[in-house]
């Protein structure tokens, strides 16, 4: 699922309805191809309920959790879900084609079936119209929001869920128009010097880009909090052991804040994290962050031997497309 996309449920999943009044949730799931043994279902006011799976291989569960918006994880990737009062999940899916395949049966599930073929909508969306000049996107954009509302309008959903859905929309037209501008301006830098930058390195002093000329350079900017950020750290590492040796150089730079200072240093330890691991001056604040526009993590950028930028916004270590471009760059 795509970050900018990823953020509509981020919203969803903290607004939590009446919740004081805590209501019995039945909830199972069958998985296929399942990427861990353990499902996690997060929502607001740090609630956190953890799944194992059973002896029969189902992920099998009774709870009590406030009516609203959830998220659940298999640790790789995430959905949205809603739970009402004395609702029975019976969730099925693939977890090689993870939203694709979401189905929600039992009593309490149209408003998840609702999240998940929003969640599929919106990443077609993404597919098709961000690649469009401004006013074919502009035009889209407008056609979607009214399209999700009449949708949600036509449907016997909860009323609360019904206004946080109208809100959600909103919200996410207007994240969606300023992702596009940011976009347009950040693929102007393809090409161009990249700027430099000048932190701390983990390992003792300062690295500046310009220290790293003569090799490509593969950017993660991450933090400690982020979890699509330390999901693709295994992938990362994966990568940094292919291609150890081979001109190119893996940079992490964190943007913790500077009260996370000793933080990050741990979790580097503790995560035994390869490559040149370096910590921003201001974190989101931070000049090289801000000339890239980076509104959000984790983001990657690879830049050539000559310090010019090939893309901005490159593809994360998880995608097969990132070996078969670095490939052809170091064959």
Known sequence: M????LLALIVLSVFS?????????????????????????RGANDFKQVIPINKKGVFDATFEAPKGFYQFSDGHEVSGLYLKP??????????????????????????????????LN?????????????????????AKKKWDNETLEKGKYDADFQ??????????????????????????????????????????????????????????LWATWCGPCRAEIPFLQKIEEKYHGKNIEFVSISIDTAKDHDKWKKFVTDKNLGGVQLFADKDWGSDFVTSYGVNGIPRFILIDPNGNIINPDADRPSSATLQTQLDALLK
């Open 2 to 5: 795509k970050k900018v996309f």
């Open 86 to 119: 004395n609702s029975e999940v019976n969730l099925t899916m693939d977890a090689k084609q993870f939203d694709e395949t979401i189905v929600y049966k039992g009593k309490g599930v149209d408003e998840s079936n609702f999240l998940a073929q929003y969640s």
């Open 163 to 220: 206004t946080a859905l109208k809100n959600s929309f909103a919200q996410f037209s207007q994240y969606a128009a300023q992702t596009y501008e940011s976009n347009a301006k950040t693929n102007k830098l393809k090409g161009k010097p990249s700027p430099d930058f000048d932190y701390e390195n983990y390992k003792g002093g300062k690295t500046k880009l310009s220290d790293l000329k003569g090799k490509y350079v593969y950017i993660d």
């Open 17 to 41: 309805i009446n919740a004081q009044t805590k209501n019995q949730i039945k909830f199972t799931a069958k998985i296929a191809n399942r990427n861990s043994d353990t499902l996690v279902i």
């Open 122 to 142: 919106n990443e077609k969306f993404q597919n098709e119209a961000f690649s469009k000049d401004e006013a074919e996107f502009a035009t889209l954009l407008e």
